[in-house]
């Protein structure tokens, strides 16, 4: 597939990365010779220094926060203030729970400080007024029911954009974008012709008010976040969202979504959800009947379909697709999915196409479990 470093590089442009590029995966196996996100530098400043004079250029900066694992009580340390914080009723609020997402925000403000240095370094060179800067994530909260799934919690991300001439300052915009309109969005201001396979939509002329219509919905999809099943089976999954309702349909219910309860190969039981105090609690759920309705929130085999009414349930944790109420609205949201798949020439739109279960996996096997970093 072509991809936008590439073809910027093609026409002109400077590229490089810093940090977690394109990833987790093996690029070469890919058959490319490079990480898709270009050549790695050591620093912003060393990628600059090599950029030729008012040639452009193109950086894609890889942190690696707000990545788990996180140092224990790390937030409260910090200053930060565990009574602010407002936790998902998808978990039990108790103590453990909001100091593990006191310890999050912490790297959320690392990762600030991060972008702060990138940005001083435009002003240093006299470039910051002549650089289109985004800033956004590849994936929701590292928490149970957060990353690697198709809920708010774990798709909806933020996104921030300076583009000096383009965007006006304090802009918020509550239109619907994806990750597949990055591309299209640095084509255009290359003034470059945008591919046909490419997916998305340029964000220019919704950033300018230009945009006549916009989409009502936004499509996501999974398959796996690791080799967490017996087989190297994904747990594959779709769905639409608009803004009144979230539908998913759980391609194979009968797999277990956050990865089989044993470890299998890589990061452990449930091995979709990333370690931690939050996931901990949660696991305590297979026992202790306190935490059991959190546990299946997490953990629990989901039926083939899912249908959210975001007016009433905005944490998603009241499925209505059995509802008769609701007959009418599945039926459509199940439509358009399914058209969409089509679309996209996706595998899964064929019921017994398995092929993405047959993908290798080239991630290490879990480590020994270790107590929680202090």
């Not at 990545?67 to 914080?85: C, E, F, I, Q």
């Not at 306190?290 to 929130?297: D, I, K, P, T, V």
């Not at 009241?318 to 609701?326: D, T």
């Not at 009418?328 to 595998?347: C, F």
Request: a positive charge; charged letters at 25%; one cysteine or more.
């Amino acid at each position: 597939y072509v991809v936008y470093p590439d073809l910027l590089e093609k026409a002109g442009y400077h590229v490089g990365y810093v940090g977690k590029g394109w990833g987790p995966g093996n690029f070469q196996a890919g058959g490319r010779p490079r990480n898709p996100a270009g050549p790695a530098y050591k620093s912003f400043a060393q990628f600059l220094d090599a950029c030729p004079k008012d040639k452009p250029f193109c950086f894609w900066f890889g942190s690696t926060f707000p990545h788990r694992p996180y140092a224990l009580d790390s937030g409260r340390k910090a200053g930060l203030d565990a009574t602010r914080v407002q936790v998902p009723p998808v978990w039990p609020d108790y103590p453990e729970v909001r100091h593990d997402i006191l310890d999050y925000y912490l790297e959320v403000q690392r990762f600030d400080q991060q972008v702060g240095e990138l940005l001083a370094e435009l002003e240093k060179r006299g470039l910051y007024d002549r650089t289109l800067v985004v800033i956004t994530s590849d994936n929701g909260m590292p928490f149970p029911r957060g990353k690697a799934n198709l809920y708010d919690l774990g798709t909806r991300m933020p996104l921030a954009l300076r583009w000096p001439g383009v965007t006006q300052p304090g802009t918020r915009l509550a239109q619907f974008v994806s990750h597949v309109d990055f591309a299209p969005t640095f084509l255009e201001a290359a003034g470059l012709p945008i591919p046909k396979e490419m997916h998305g939509r340029s964000l220019k002329p919704l950033l300018t008010g230009q945009a006549r219509a916009w989409r009502d919905a936004v499509f996501t999809e999974r398959e796996r976040h690791a080799y967490v099943r017996q087989g190297n089976l994904s747990y594959p999954a779709r769905a639409i969202r608009t803004q009144r309702y979230l539908y998913i349909r759980n391609i194979r219910p009968e797999r277990w979504p956050a990865g089989d309860p044993q470890l299998v190969f890589a990061v452990g039981p449930f091995g979709d959800i990333d370690d931690g105090p939050t996931k901990r609690l949660l696991l305590s759920g297979q026992v202790d009947p306190q935490y059991r309705s959190y546990f299946e929130l997490a953990c629990g085999k989901r039926p083939a379909e899912e249908l959210y009414d975001l007016e009433k349930d905005p944490h998603q944790m009241h499925n209505v697709a059995g509802q008769p109420a609701y007959v009418r609205i599945r039926q459509e949201l199940a439509d358009r999915l399914l058209n969409w798949m089509k679309s996209t020439d996706d595998p899964r739109a064929r019921s017994e196409d398995d092929r993405f279960d047959k993908v290798p996996y080239f991630g290490n096997p879990a480590k020994k479990e270790k107590p929680l970093a202090h």
